[in-house]
Structures are given as structure tokens and as C-alpha cells.
């Protein structure tokens, strides 16, 4: 199992070089060579690059992934494909897709929702400076605190109830109201029990 460092083209906070191996997507390419990473894969259609930076890209990496601009997957879809595709145990921390063009930044948060990506939706991580989102499927999920984070938020991608146990704002069937995102929740010194209807669930962590 390798752990994978993904950087994208958008806003991106600090990269930490922790990782067994790293994958730029368009612009986040050529940020990674600027840090002296080795880059073992490049993806996207490049159009944000100069052709100087993009020779320099198709020299240094590994492995290019080269797109046209009129595509169906977004960038960074086609890099996580791009990954799982060589490395199915691959887990992925995202870096660089939250923060910009808000259609960039939703489809972000809403990878699982890829068909060629949500059997891997526990293994996607994606995080800026406030922000760690990480993905559960349907079933009762046990949810653990993140060091560093102060609140925690769901959102349900599916239909029916979504009931919390075990936050200081707990649901359940009786206190059950409907919304998009169940935000500004916190843990009391032990994991969070949340029960998944359908579909999956986006679990953001944050900070101030």
C-alpha cells in the first residue's frame, strides 16, 4: 500500500514531502518539480502551462498522462484513475482542489460520485489549510477525531436518514431534520457512531 501525495492545479497551501510517491495534476506538476520532487506521474490536459514548463514536465516525470481540454473527467479525476489504475491499494491525500473555481472545487468534494472511483472513496483524502475530507460508505461507520481539527461535518451523497450518535450534536429518528450539510459538529473524548442509509457519506473536519 503507497501512500500518495497529489497535488492539483488549483490554490494550493503547504505540500509536505511525506509521501512514497507523488502525482501532479496540469500546474501541480510543475509545482512539484519547483520543490525538487521526484514526480512519478503528470496528468491533465496542460492548458494552464507554458510549453517551457510542459517540455520540462514530459522530461522530469515518470509517467505522463496527457488529455485533450475537451474531455469528460475533470483533471484530477483522471489522475486518481491514473493512480488507482497502477496502484489499486494506492491511499491519496489531494492537495490544490479546494479554494478556486467553485465547479472545481465541488466536483472536488464530490469524487466518490465518479463511478470509476467509488469503490476506492476510503482511500481519497483531501485537504487544503481549514479543511481534511475523507469518504464512508453505506453502513454503520465509525468516525475518529483528526489531531488538529476542531469540528467535524456530514454530508450525505444518497436518500434517507442519517442518524449521529456519540457528538455533542447527536440524530437520530426522533430528532432527525433534513439538510444538505450537518456542520459545526464536535467529538466528546470518543469516536462518533453515524449510520449510513444509502449511498455515501462526505465527512469534512476543519478548522478555524
Known amino acids: 500500500m503507497a501512500r500518495w501525495g497529489l497535488l492539483a492545479g488549483g490554490p494550493s497551501s503547504e505540500f509536505p514531502l511525506m509521501f512514497d510517491a507523488y502525482a501532479g495534476v496540469d500546474g501541480g506538476?510543475?509545482?512539484l518539480l519547483e520543490q525538487g520532487v521526484t514526480l512519478d506521474l503528470?496528468?491533465?490536459?496542460?492548458?494552464?502551462?507554458?510549453?517551457?514548463?510542459?517540455?520540462?514536465?514530459?522530461?522530469?516525470?515518470?509517467?505522463?498522462?496527457a488529455a485533450s481540454a475537451e474531455k469528460d473527467d475533470t483533471d484530477l479525476e483522471m489522475g486518481l484513475k491514473a493512480i488507482f489504475d497502477q496502484d489499486?491499494?494506492?491511499?491519496?491525500?489531494?492537495?490544490?482542489a479546494l479554494g478556486g473555481r467553485l465547479d472545481h472545487s465541488l466536483s472536488s468534494v464530490f469524487l466518490p460520485s465518479h463511478p470509476d472511483l467509488t469503490a476506492y472513496l476510503r482511500q481519497i483524502q483531501v485537504v487544503d489549510s481549514q479543511n481534511a475530507i475523507t469518504y464512508y460508505?453505506?453502513?454503520?461507520q465509525t468516525i475518529l477525531p483528526l489531531s488538529g481539527y476542531?469540528?467535524?461535518a456530514f454530508m450525505l451523497e444518497g436518500q434517507g436518514q442519517l442518524t449521529i450518535a456519540g457528538a455533542k450534536y447527536e440524530m437520530g429518528p426522533s430528532t432527525y431534520f433534513s439538510r444538505k450539510v450537518y456542520g459545526s459538529n464536535e467529538f466528546r473524548d470518543q469516536p462518533i457512531q453515524v449510520t449510513v442509509p444509502d449511498g455515501y457519506l462526505v465527512v469534512i473536519y476543519s478548522k478555524d
Open 29 to 31: 506538476a510543475v509545482k
Open 42 to 65: 503528470a496528468i491533465g490536459d496542460f492548458d494552464s502551462i507554458e510549453d517551457n514548463q510542459l517540455a520540462q514536465v514530459k522530461d522530469q516525470a515518470k509517467r505522463v498522462v
Open 88 to 96: 489499486p491499494e494506492a491511499h491519496v491525500t489531494v492537495y490544490g
Open 137 to 140: 460508505p453505506q453502513g454503520e
Open 150 to 152: 476542531d469540528y467535524v
